[in-house]
C-alpha cells in the first residue's frame, strides 16, 4: 500500500496529514453551527432593541416590558433543559432545524401584532425555539475537534453571539429608524431563515454520519465519570463529582448572565432616556458590549490552550475578575458621562465574554463527556438563564423608579459571587475532582 492510503487517525492527524474529507467537513460543520447560533440572535435581540419605540408607541411602562421579556426568558431557560435532553436523545441535527424554523416564525409574528396578550404568547413559543441553540450547536460541535484544540476553537467559535448581537442589533437598530419596530422583526426573521437554509446542507452531528471515522479521545469527563460506551440514551451516567461541577458551572453561569443580559436587555432604553440619545443611536452604541466580547473570547480562548493547558477554569477566573473590577468602574462611573458608561460597558464585554464562552461550550464538552455535551450544556444554560430571568423582573421594577445605580449594584455584587463560583471550581480542581 503506498504510503499516501494509509488510514488517518482522526484524533491525532496533524492538519497536514488529516483527511481531506474530514478537513472540509469540520469547516462547514463550524461555519453552519457558527451561522446558526448567530442566527438565532436576530430572531431574539429585535425584541430588545425595540423596548424604547414600544414603550414610546404603546405607553408600556418599564415593569410591563419587563414582564414580557420574563415570559421570554422563562420559556427559554425550561426549554434548555429539555433541549439539553432532546439533543442527546435525537442529535442536535434535528433540534437546531426545528428550532430555527419555529423562531422564525414567531418572530414574524411580532411584527403583525401590538396586542400584549399574543406577544407574551410568541414570547414563549420563541423562548422554546431559541433554548435549542447553544447546547443543540455545542452538542454538535463536540463530536469534531479534539480537546487539545478546543479551546481554540471554541474561542472562535463563539464569537458568534458577539458578531450575532453586533449584527442583530445594528440590522434591528437600522430597519427600526427607517420603517419602525415592526419592519425590525421581519428583516431578523428573513435572516434566520437564509441561516437555516445553509445549515440544512452543511451541518452533520458527527464524523461517522458522513463515512468518516469517528475523533478519539479520553471520554474520562473527571475522577468517576462513566465511560461513553457505558451510558444508556436516557442517562449520562454520571458520578456525584461530575454533577456536583456541571452544577458549580451552572450556578457560575447564574451570575455572569444575569450581568449579560442586563446589559443586553436595558442598555438601549437607559441611553434613550438617561442619555437622551434617538432610539436607533441608542441601538448602535449598544453594540459596544458585544463588540469588546470578540477579542475577548477569542484571546481567553487561545490563552486557555497555549499558556493555560487546557484549563478553562483558571482563565475564566482571570477574566471574571477583571469583569468585577468593570461592574465596579460601572456603578462609580457610567453615570457620569456618555464617555464613561460606552467605555465600562466595552471593558465589560472584553471581560466577560471570555469565560462566558469557556465555561458553557469547551468546558461543558469535558465536564460531561462528548456523549452528554447536550445535555450539560443544556443544564448549565438553563441554569444561567434563571439568572437572565431574575434580571429582567427585578431591574424592571428598580427601573420604574429610575435606580440607575442600584441596577449597577446589583450586577457589581453578582460579578462577586461569579468569581466565588470559579474559585471554588479551582479548589476542587487541585483536589482532582475536576478536570477543568
Sequence with gaps: MHPSDQPVDPSTASPVTMDPRLRSWRRRVFAATWLSYAGFYFCRKPFFIAKPALAEELSWEPSILGLLGTCYLVAYAAGQFVAGWAGTRWGPRILLLAGMLVSVGANFTFGLTNSFGMFATFLIINGLAQSTGWSGNVGSMARWFRRDERGTVMGLWATNYQVGGVAANTLAAWVLGKWGFQASFFAGSIVLLLVWAFFLFNQRNAPEDVGLPAIEEDETASEGAVKESTRSTWSPGWSRQVWTNVLLVGVFYFFVKLVRYAIWSWTPLLLARDFQLDLDDAG?????????????????????????????????????????????????????????????????????????????????????????????????????????????????????????????????????????????????????????
Aim: glycine share 14%; proline share 1%.
Design 284 to 436: 448602535y452604541l449598544s453594540t459596544l458590549f458585544d463588540l469588546g466580547g470578540i477579542p475577548g473570547v477569542i484571546f481567553a480562548g487561545w490563552l486557555s490552550d497555549r499558556y493555560f493547558a487546557g484549563r478553562r477554569v483558571l482563565i475564566s477566573f482571570v477574566f471574571v475578575v477583571g469583569m468585577g473590577c468593570s461592574c465596579l468602574a460601572l456603578y462609580t462611573l457610567g453615570t457620569t458621562s456618555l464617555g464613561a458608561f460606552a467605555v465600562c460597558i466595552t471593558v465589560l464585554g472584553f471581560t466577560l465574554y471570555g469565560p462566558d464562552a469557556l465555561m458553557t461550550g469547551a468546558a461543558a464538552i469535558e465536564v460531561g463527556s462528548l456523549r452528554a455535551a447536550t445535555l450539560a450544556a443544556g443544564i448549565i444554560n438553563g441554569l444561567g438563564q434563571i439568572g437572565a430571568i431574575t434580571q429582567e423582573v427585578l431591574l424592571g421594577a428598580l427601573l420604574d423608579r429610575g435606580g440607575v445605580l442600584e441596577v449597577f449594584a446589583i450586577l457589581l455584587v453578582s460579578s462577586v459571587a461569579a468569581i466565588l463560583c470559579l474559585g471554588i471550581l479551582l479548589i476542587r480542581n487541585r483536589r482532582g475532582l475536576a478536570d477543568l
